[in-house]
């Protein structure tokens, strides 16, 4: 058995992509050799690695438990030819990362421009979704790592602490209850508005308040923090976001805040990555510099 990095970078494009014909820009090759490329690999390993499901490929579980293992090859490929390109001392190359909504938009954006003005041979592509999307992103390959604030259970990945936040309940100033002192009896009758199904605030927030009795109701779910205010700011509606992205409201007087006793709504931001899968030396290098970042802007 001869298995080559051609067929490696293929199946990790392949991967990563869902297209053959994608796949082949990003090995610049023609789609015809890049699907010969997987059959020969297929062929070696004796096992099928993707099943189709409409136009696209997804892994299945043989593709599962090889992605990590070809990914980590690559790295060490990228990692030699670095270190004997004259450049040693110089960062270089792709970070593909994923970060949910809260993270990408209030903390990683500005992490990675920092980064990149550091290391201007370096491309950070950030990918900003929600916790589960992020979750998926990693278990097929198509992120390093992700950076979530929603809680995640998959076994494949290896979750550690990054950062910290908290959630904050608000509401028009308008409300009956704006900048009021409550219990969380007193919400029982209240109606939310919240991020969609799948956002990690979402998740945080239910499970604090359903352990606690309370099972809200909640007409209106959004999928952007900007979408959640603008809802509540029309005063019949309470909402719950990260303290991140109220913090101008609130200070403006646009919107008010809702305080809740003997209801802890503080949540720790996480870095996932695959288990099977060592950092890179690039991913390593903006994982410890985004620690850094964070120690100086809190």
């Known amino acids: 058995m001869r298995i080559t990095l051609k067929q490696l970078m293929v199946f990790d494009a392949i991967a990563r992509s869902g297209q053959v014909a994608k796949a082949a820009e990003l090995v610049c090759q023609s789609a015809p050799a890049t699907s010969m490329a997987l059959a020969e690999l297929e062929k070696q390993l004796d096992t099928r690695l993707f099943e189709r499901r409409g136009n696209r490929l997804h892994l299945n579980a043989q593709g599962a438990l090889l992605l990590p293992m070809a990914a980590e ?33 209030y903390l990683l954006a500005s992490c990675v421009v920092a980064f990149s003005e550091l290391w201007p041979k370096v491309e ?128 403006r007087g646009e919107l008010a805040q809702v305080h809740v006793a003997d209801l802890a709504l503080s949540r720790p931001f996480s870095r996932i990555k695959h288990s099977g899968r060592t950092d890179s030396a690039l991913g390593r290098a903006f994982h410890e510099f985004s620690l850094k970042w964070l120690a100086e802007h809190k």
């Open 73 to 105: 090859v690559l790295d060490r490929v990228n990692q030699i030819e670095h270190a004997f390109s004259g450049h040693g001392d110089q960062l270089m190359g792709k970070l593909s990362i994923s970060a949910s909504s809260t993270i990408g938009n």
């Open 124 to 251: 950070v592509d950030m990918t900003i979704c929600n916790t589960h999307e992020a979750i998926d992103a990693v278990a097929d390959g198509c992120s390093e790592m992700a950076y979530i604030e929603g809680i995640c259970l998959d076994r494949r990945l290896t979750v550690e602490d990054w950062h910290s936040d908290r959630l904050t309940i608000f509401c028009a100033p308008c409300h009956p209850l704006a900048g009021a002192n409550v219990s969380l009896q007193e919400l029982a009758k209240e109606r939310w508005v919240l991020r969609e199904s799948g956002s990690g605030t979402r998740e945080v927030f239910l499970s604090a308040v359903m352990t606690k009795g309370l099972h809200p109701d909640i007409p209106f779910s959004f999928g952007r923090p900007e979408a959640v205010k603008q809802a509540a700011r029309q005063g019949c509606l309470l909402g719950v976001l990260s303290s991140l992205t109220l913090q101008q409201e609130l200070e």
